[in-house]
């Protein structure tokens, strides 16, 4: 997906350069939407290749190879490509035949680029990419390199910062850089849960979600994928940002301390995670009472098998089972404009200096 529509001016070297200088792109400046990535179909062979390359990342499990990999390739990878192919089979985008964290990316960059280009005109190229499967890290940051773009914001979709997440996305960038001859400047946006026109889009949807309900709920779960504690313990922020995300989004909305919890979801192995897991705290919110429970997801920037699945089947089921009543699940803000709005105020923040008019960034004469 390309912002700009206009060709990329590749001009001769000037004058004074010989004849057989290699031609130079003019400098632009990238800004690459990074997600997590998903199979390109359900299928087993699909869903191997695409969990193999995730589960075998040591950002995502960070066991020793020696120990992990016979693990995963010869039990883990024999068994979850099937239960995880049939989770995806159940939320597959049949129109467009993909996924539908995919699709929604590609919306999102559809829009960003939009208002990009209202804002800052063509001198900025816009894309998208994946950690894992396609379009790859490594394809996308090539193409912006080949297309003349000398400095590039790399903007990993993830409100928090995780190292299983974040971190992983940047290395991977900085991973394609490693292979150029002329490396672009590359800047990494940070953790924006803080950002102010982030939460607003937050509240934002919350509120219109409330709106719209006949009645309202007792208990609003802020329910995050969850990562190992001992991640936490060893330094990764991830679990203390999620806590303050739902600290600033109950103040702004304005809602008691009783009436939002957080809670973690899609444990995997048998390490201890962060809790409580959202599975279990949903059955035991409707064993003390509760009827009507809504819950929001705010560490995925577009909704995916987690969201789709996991919460709208397996922990709606738990809360029903338990005795709950109503389950309203609220929707990423996948492409919203008031979250559009705030990726574009965010990315804007990483631009300075970046942007001055007339400013050619390629080849100083
Ligand atoms: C095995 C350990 C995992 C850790 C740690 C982890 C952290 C983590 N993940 C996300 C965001 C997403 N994860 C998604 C899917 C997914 N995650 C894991 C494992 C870990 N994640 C697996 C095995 C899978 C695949 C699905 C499955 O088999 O259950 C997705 C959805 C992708 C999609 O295609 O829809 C997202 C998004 C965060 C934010 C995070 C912690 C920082
Ligand atoms: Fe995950
Ligand atoms: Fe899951």
């Known amino acids: 997906m390309t912002a700009t529509s206009t060709a990329t001016p590749v001009r001769a070297p000037s004058s004074s350069a010989p004849s057989d200088h290699p031609p130079i792109a003019r400098g632009k400046v990238g800004v690459v939407l990074a997600n997590l990535g998903t199979p390109d179909a359900t299928d087993y062979w699909s869903m191997r290749r695409y969990l193999s390359e995730f589960l075998s990342d040591q950002r995502v499990v960070d066991y020793p190879r020696w120990k992990w990999q016979p693990l995963l390739q010869l039990i883990i990878l024999t068994r979850r490509p099937f239960s995880s192919g049939k989770a995806y089979k159940s939320i597959w985008n049949q129109e467009k035949n993909e996924s539908p964290l995919l699709t929604i990316t590609r ?26 499967g396609n379009p790859s890290t490594r394809s996308v940051l090539n193409r912006l390199q080949q297309k003349g773009c000398k400095r590039i914001v790399f903007f990993p979709l993830y409100p928090q910062y995780g190292s299983p997440t974040t971190a992983t996305a940047n290395d991977e960038a900085f991973r394609a850089l490693m292979k150029m001859k002329w490396q672009p400047a590359l800047r990494t946006v940070p953790a924006y849960f803080e950002h102010s026109a982030y939460q607003q889009a937050l509240a934002s949807s919350i509120e219109e979600a409330y709106a719209s309900f006949d009645e309202r709920p007792t208990k609003l779960v802020m329910s995050y994928h969850g990562v190992p ?17 739902t600290r600033l989004l109950r103040e702004r909305l304005g809602f008691d301390e009783a009436e939002v919890d957080t809670a973690f979801q899609s444990q995997f192995g048998p390490e201890k995670w962060v809790g409580p897991q959202t ?22 920037a577009a909704d995916c098998v987690e969201t789709l699945e996991e919460i709208q089947e397996e922990i709606r089921d738990s809360f029903i089972a338990a005795g709950g009543e109503t389950f309203s699940y609220i929707p990423c803000l996948n492409d919203r404009d008031d979250h559009i709005q705030a990726l574009v105020a965010i990315a804007g923040d990483e631009l300075a200096g970046w942007l001055t008019p007339n400013e050619d960034t390629s080849f100083r004469e």
């Open 229 to 245: 504690e001992r991640y936490l313990l060893e330094g990764d922020p991830y679990h203390c940002q999620c806590q303050k995300t």
């Open 279 to 300: 599975v279990e705290h949903v059955a035991a919110l409707a064993r003390q009472g509760h009827r009507h429970i809504a819950i929001a997801s705010p560490a995925f």
């Open 107 to 132: 919306a999102q960059t559809e829009k960003f680029a939009r208002a990009m280009k209202a804002r800052h005109g063509d001198t900025v190229e816009v894309d998208f990419c994946m950690r894992y």
